[in-house]
């Protein structure tokens, strides 16, 4: 992750290490241990796509363990995931291939795909992880039919939890004026969830917030970025313990159904989703 183009996995947050096992990092979601709260944002957000998805090729890129991806299976639509990682590529491979999930590892930024492959495009909660994301979403736009779509997915910059993984986030106008030079159709809303969930996101933020205050050097910002992230996978697991107990595991009877679609973007506006269609064509 020491460029930034070039993370160890491509999504979201949980990283799948080795075949021996799975250890929490801050990168991507991990069934039973990333809080449910976090799993349930990744979830709706999903099922947003899905509800505006119809049938054809669908590329999901950043499939992580590929849980989510296996969700756009269905007898009209073909699915491929990818991700950085060969740990998380094998990992979604061994357990969704034989449901019909084609897994690939590739980088986001270059990906091995002919122009105009795929009916629809999924880029969720990657796009903050580059410093260069402007290249994520002419990628994505290239391998889109004339008529295809992609759906963003990414933390509003105001709302955001401070991630190591996160380099560039995005408030609604900057979102769409990125993705308007790539597509001809722009829409930019959010997703939001319910008042006691955002609660519930809200508190963990101020213990979060209490710890950061102890580094009142900001060395964190001073140190190189891979000593930075090195820290934080060390630490991740024990914040969780202490400012997420009991929060995973769906113990909270937190849900996906918490979760919905607004055209009222504010700085408290937990996430931005955004659609790209009709890719613009160079010449």
């Given amino acids: 992750m020491a460029d930034g183009n070039q993370p160890p996995g491509t999504r979201g947050s949980e990283e799948v290490v080795g075949t021996r096992g799975k250890r929490l990092t801050g990168e991507r979601p991990m069934e039973g241990v990333t809080p449910d709260s976090l799993l349930a944002l990744h979830a709706a957000g999903y099922r947003t796509v899905i509800e505006r998805m119809g049938s ?10 590929g849980f989510e991806s296996a969700r756009f299976l269905s007898d009209d639509r073909s699915v491929v995931g990818i991700d950085y990682s060969s740990d998380a590529v094998a990992f979604a491979r061994s357990r969704w291939a034989s449901a019909g999930l084609s897994v690939a590892q590739m980088n986001a930024l270059s990906l091995g795909l002919a122009e105009g492959s795929f009916q629809w495009a ?10 260069d994301p402007e290249s994520h979403v002419r990628e994505l736009a290239r391998v889109l039919a004339d008529d295809g779509t992609a759906f963003f997915l990414t933390p509003n910059a105001p ?10 986030l995005f408030e609604p106008l900057e979102l769409r004026s990125l993705l308007g030079r790539y597509f001809h159709d722009v829409t930019v809303q959010g997703l939001d969830a319910v008042p006691h969930v955002k609660a ?26 891979s000593w930075y992230i090195a820290a934080y996978t060390r630490m991740l697991p024990v914040a969780y313990k202490l400012i997420a107990r009991g929060d995973s595991g769906g113990l909270t009877g937190i849900t996906a159904d918490d979760f919905s679609v607004t055209d009222q973007l504010d700085s408290t506006t937990m996430v931005l989703f955004a659609t790209g269609s009709r890719p ?4």
């Avoid at 999924?122 to 410093?131: G, M, V, Y």
């Avoid at 613009?280 to 010449?283: F, L, P, S, T, V």
């Fill in 122 to 131: 999924c880029s969720s909660h990657l796009i903050e992880h580059f410093r």
């Fill in 280 to 283: 613009r064509r160079a010449g």
């Fill in 200 to 225: 519930d996101f809200t508190a963990r933020r101020v213990k979060a917030n209490k710890v950061l205050r102890l580094d009142v050097l900001k060395l964190r910002h001073r140190i190189p970025r």
């Fill in 56 to 65: 054809g090729t669908v590329l999901d890129v950043g499939c992580g363990q």
């Fill in 159 to 168: 709302a955001d939890f401070e991630n190591p993984f996160h380099i560039h």
